[in-house]
């Protein structure tokens, strides 16, 4: 009886921790969208500030304040050899995020982030040559393929959108990637890792966003009729946008490996449904086919990855800071479908 209770238990805190992952990364995603298409505030590197700084400010609270979380304690010199090149990556991956999202609609940028499979194997492969066994290139077909369709099939397509989300499918490739090898020996969880890179990412971001988009927003600011409703709206999302981090550490405590993996493809699919419903833009038939193909492509691939990552190896074999020795290694450092959020 008490061990049928605390299944149960179990089962609740996994489901709950999932509905609220969604709820916090569809709702960020479902903002940022409105920001540049509704409020007409077109300024996608001023919000991604907005967002580092609110980010910045709560993993603060959080770790200082309130002692939600412990602080993993950082080297002086690794904060600026390891952490600061990780979030000039961070930076470039988020924004690439935002630009997209500016030029495309909701559900084709979702699609093409959920490319970021292939892109990482890929580099994996030409960059440090680490060899992967036959299914997950097989896995990476359907991922391939769907992505193809969606691309050629896509009503609303913007060039600029679509290499801006492909690009920061490489960068969340290339976050992943140096995480394995800068971070090693530090074992961040989401709320630490925003805590050390929010603020260098603020400062990287700073001052591009002065140059590029300041004349632009002070003119907003002017011909805009309702400001401070907007203000609200933009940085409220840069405050649920820290939740989300915050939501992501209590799924992946909450959930396995391959529930994270399931939840995470099927999170796509109800942005994708959400954004139809709100803002309307036209999916045909073959588009909608596309986007199935390649979120159970990358359902399959998380699944061929938690197969392999059970198999023991031969022995003998060395482990070093490029092999996931358990699921949390297995992890992104910030989860790969979110960090176009943070």
């Given at each position: 009886?008490?061990?049928?209770?605390?299944?149960?238990?179990?089962?609740?805190?996994?489901?709950?921790?999932?509905?609220?992952?969604?709820?916090?990364?569809?709702?960020?995603?479902?903002?940022?969208?409105?920001?540049f298409q509704k409020l007409d505030f077109k300024f996608p590197l001023t919000v991604s500030c907005v967002h580092f700084i609110c980010s910045s400010i709560g993993a603060y609270v959080v770790i200082k304040v309130l002692k939600i979380k412990p602080l993993?304690?950082?080297?002086?010199?690794?904060?600026?050899?390891?952490?600061?090149?990780?979030?000039?990556?961070?930076?470039?991956?988020?924004?690439?995020?935002?630009?997209?999202?500016?030029?495309?609609?909701?559900?084709?940028?979702?699609?093409?982030?959920?490319?970021?499979?292939?892109?990482?194997?890929?580099?994996?492969?030409l960059v440090w040559r680490k060899h992967f066994d036959w299914r997950i290139w097989a896995s990476l077909i359907p991922i391939v393929g769907g992505i193809l369709l969606t691309s050629v099939t896509e009503l609303s397509f913007n060039m600029f959108g679509?290499?801006?989300?492909?690009?920061?499918?490489?960068?969340?490739?290339?976050?992943?990637?140096?995480?394995?090898?800068?971070?090693?020996?530090?074992?961040?969880?989401?709320?630490?890792?925003?805590?050390?890179?929010?603020?260098?990412?603020?400062?990287?971001?700073?001052?591009?966003?002065?140059?590029?988009?300041?004349?632009?927003?002070?003119?907003?600011?002017?011909?805009?009729?309702?400001?401070?409703?907007?203000?609200?709206?933009?940085?409220?999302?840069?405050?649920?946008?820290?939740?989300?981090?915050?939501?992501?550490?209590?799924?992946?405590?909450?959930?396995?490996?391959?529930?994270?993996?399931?939840?995470?493809?099927?999170?796509?699919?109800?942005?994708?449904?959400?954004?139809?419903?709100?803002?309307?833009?036209?999916?045909?038939?073959?588009?909608?086919?596309?986007?199935?193909?390649?979120?159970?492509?990358?359902?399959?691939?998380?699944?061929?990855?938690?197969?392999?990552?059970?198999?023991?190896?031969?022995?003998?074999?060395?482990?070093?800071?490029?092999?996931?020795?358990?699921?949390?290694?297995?992890?992104?450092?910030?989860?790969?479908?979110?960090?176009?959020?943070?």
């Amino acid at each position: 009886m008490e061990e049928s209770v605390i299944f149960q238990w179990s089962v609740f805190r996994s489901v709950l921790a999932i509905l609220q992952w969604w709820g916090f990364n569809v709702t960020v995603i479902i903002m940022n969208k409105w920001i540049f298409q509704k409020l007409d505030f077109k300024f996608p590197l001023t919000v991604s500030c907005v967002h580092f700084i609110c980010s910045s400010i709560g993993a603060y609270v959080v770790i200082k304040v309130l002692k939600i979380k412990p602080l993993i304690m950082v080297e002086p010199e690794d904060r600026w050899r390891r952490i600061f090149p990780m979030s000039f990556v961070f930076c470039i991956n988020i924004v690439l995020g935002n630009v997209s999202l500016r030029f495309i609609p909701v559900s084709f940028m979702q699609t093409i982030k959920s490319f970021t499979p292939a892109t990482t194997v890929v580099l994996q492969w030409l960059v440090w040559r680490k060899h992967f066994d036959w299914r997950i290139w097989a896995s990476l077909i359907p991922i391939v393929g769907g992505i193809l369709l969606t691309s050629v099939t896509e009503l609303s397509f913007n060039m600029f959108g679509f290499c801006a989300a492909l690009f920061g499918c490489l960068a969340t490739s290339t976050k992943t990637i140096l995480a394995e090898s800068l971070l090693h020996g530090y074992k961040f969880d989401s709320i630490n890792t925003v805590y050390y890179m929010a603020p260098f990412a603020t400062m990287i971001l700073g001052l591009p966003a002065m140059l590029v988009e300041g004349n632009g927003v002070i003119n907003w600011f002017h011909t805009h009729e309702s400001v401070w409703p907007a203000l609200i709206i933009i940085f409220s999302s840069g405050v649920l946008a820290f939740c989300l981090n915050f939501s992501i550490f209590y799924v992946i405590h909450s959930t396995t490996a391959v529930t994270f993996n399931v939840a995470g493809n099927l999170k796509v699919a109800v942005a994708v449904l959400v954004s139809w419903l709100i803002f309307h833009n036209p999916i045909s038939a073959m588009n909608a086919v596309g986007c199935a193909i390649t979120l159970v492509g990358c359902t399959f691939y998380g699944y061929v990855r938690h197969m392999l990552s059970q198999q023991s190896p031969p022995p003998g074999t060395p482990r070093t800071p490029r092999t996931p020795r358990n699921r949390m290694e297995l992890l992104p450092l910030v989860n790969d479908k979110l960090d176009d959020k943070v």
